[in-house]
């Protein structure tokens, strides 16, 4: 399927329709902050408007994670291609852009989320320039990971990302921003370290024809790299569930654990929520804690399948201590932006939990969980943004009975809390039920005693709301002014999602499903098949 504006691919326009945005706003006289802000948003609604037309137009019926001719509004061409006569051979890359029930979901969050970002960065005063042309930057960034499908490109948008996120809470972050700045750096980078080695060994190991000089190349299309056949038989991966496959799986997974994050590579989250602002940290939670469980689900599991399967439990195990170790450091917060990092944490191992499942219900839950937690926690972190900007606090012993102060923002508010909770009716009940039900056939009593973390996601969500907005409001709180009309235009959204999902769960599930089927066919299927031959 092809869709293309003024001849150029829907999914470049996509892409790189947020750059076109960053060169116009660099253009713009500093003084004119307000064409700044409202170019801006020009843009994200511009890529808005192209994630619902592909959203719309997407087959529902396409199955194949690892077929090209299943992969929707492809874009293929070649980009670097370097004749060499030497040992490392000559080196080929593509610029080769598609989509699948897997990535949909993600493209169309990422456009929301970045165009609500925007309008929740309206108060930005400091450097504006230069804050709107780097969240214009990370918005390409996050928006190339999910349509890339050669690993070099994907790699490219991998790092693009690092850079303007580093700058975005180290300048315009809180008082310990440098610190948190630095720390996701160094995370981050290690993880990109990793995933560059695991890579450069597929690459080495991967051989395809070349259809135009009919010669055997090294290649980085991921599509390639999924297929056992395209292996080189003495490669350094060659061979089922052999020892550097194994280590070539685990290093790849710590690169995309860093991101996602799961224990014990969380310890940067909680501090770069905290200092950055509040539309860094929509994004952050939003979209690039999954960027790390797409990467696992678009690279780790169909290029390893056999190290997949071995380590299923492991990953479930470590999805279990996510989701109970998360829900208990939220509890103890007593800071509302820190409870809401915590529940992230918590949240992500019912992903990483669902996936490891192997199964469909499983697998289909945790894609869920990946949409719908990206739109709830937003909603999460843009109320606690809207209480910031008006007492510059976040002491959840500081307030109560703001219930009663401020009705439309505490209505919004509730609808987020108990989506967190996985309330029947709202979006997050049906993707944890389906996480659960296909770990359950995989991981009985794992998955019993990862439960009880639901138990514990209700307790501190409703400790937090009984103490925020519940009793009696201090008198130094009787100034506060309810919700504005620009803060409702960027959580209205959002709740509409929630409610809409956890109604009619079929209209994400239908985009999800046969890419979910395929995946863990493939990966059962060539768990136990020779690579190399």
């Given amino acids: 399927m092809e869709l293309k504006i003024l001849n150029i691919g829907v999914l470049t326009w996509l892409t790189f329709l947020p750059v076109l945005g960053m060169i116009i706003v660099l253009l713009i006289p500093k003084e004119q902050k307000s064409a700044v802000r409202w170019t801006s948003l020009f843009f994200t609604v511009a890529q808005v408007v192209l994630a619902f037309m592909v959203f719309t137009k997407f087959d529902r019926s396409l199955a194949g994670v690892h077929d090209a001719s299943t992969m929707q509004f492809s874009e293929l061409f070649n980009w670097i291609n370097v004749k060499s006569t030497g040992w490392f051979g000559s080196i080929k890359i593509d610029y080769y852009l598609g989509i699948d ?7 169309f969050l990422t456009a929301i989320i970045s165009c609500i970002a925007v309008i929740s960065s309206w108060g930005i005063e ?9 969240l214009l930057l990370l918005d390409t960034g996050m928006m190339g990971v999910f349509v890339s499908l050669d690993f070099f490109l994907f790699y490219i948008f991998w790092e693009i990302m690092l850079l303007p996120m580093y700058f975005l809470i180290g300048v315009w972050g ?83 654990a860093i991101k996602v994050p799961i224990f014990p590579f969380h310890t940067w989250l909680p501090d770069a929520h905290v200092e950055a602002p509040t539309a860094i940290s929509v994004i952050l939670a939003g979209v690039l804690l999954k960027m790390g469980t797409y990467g696992l689900l678009r690279i780790a599991f169909p290029m390893f399948p056999d190290a997949a399967v071995h380590f299923a439990y492991p990953l479930a195990f470590l999805g279990f201590i996510n989701i109970i170790y998360g829900a208990l450091c939220a509890m103890a917060q007593k800071d509302f932006k820190k409870l809401i990092a915590y529940s992230s944490v918590s949240h992500m191992g019912i992903v990483i939990l669902g996936i490891a499942a ?57 609808i987020a809390f108990f989506a967190a909770i996985g309330l029947p009716g709202l979006s997050g009940f049906i993707s944890e039920a389906f996480s659960f039900l296909g770990a359950f056939q995989s991981f009985r009593w794992l998955t019993i005693a990862s439960a009880f973390g639901i138990v514990l996601t209700a307790g501190y969500m409703l400790w937090t709301l009984q103490r925020v907005f519940l009793g009696t409001l201090p008198e130094k709180w009787n100034n506060l002014t309810d919700i504005n009309s620009r803060e409702l235009a960027m959580l209205i959204p959002l709740t509409i999602i929630v409610i809409i999902l956890g109604i009619y769960p079929n209209l994400m599930l239908d985009v999800m499903n046969t890419s979910a089927n395929s995946l863990v066919d493939f990966v059962k299927m060539n768990s136990t098949v020779s690579f190399g031959n």
């Fill in 101 to 107: 029930g897997i990535s949909m979901p993600m493209v």
């Fill in 126 to 134: 400091k450097s504006i320039k230069g804050y709107f042309a780097l």
């Fill in 174 to 256: 809180g008082p310990r921003r440098e610190y948190a700045a630095i720390k996701f750096f160094l995370y981050t980078l290690l993880g990109s370290v990793l995933l560059l080695l695991a890579m450069l060994a597929l690459y080495f190991s991967v051989s395809v024809i070349d259809p135009a000089s009919g010669e055997k190349i090294h290649t980085f299309n991921m599509l390639a790299m999924m297929n056992p056949a395209n292996y080189d038989a003495n490669s350094l991966l060659a061979g089922i569930s052999t020892s550097w496959r194994y280590i070539a799986y685990i290093a790849m997974f710590i690169g995309f």
């Fill in 358 to 414: 192997m199964n469909t219900q499983g697998m289909l839950g945790g894609m869920l969980q990946m949409f719908n937690h990206g739109t709830i926690t937003a909603m999460l972190f843009l109320i606690v943004g809207v209480i910031y900007d008006r007492a510059h606090t976040r002491g959840l012993d500081d307030f109560g009975g703001l219930m009663n102060k401020m009705p439309n923002y505490s209505g919004v508010m509730s």
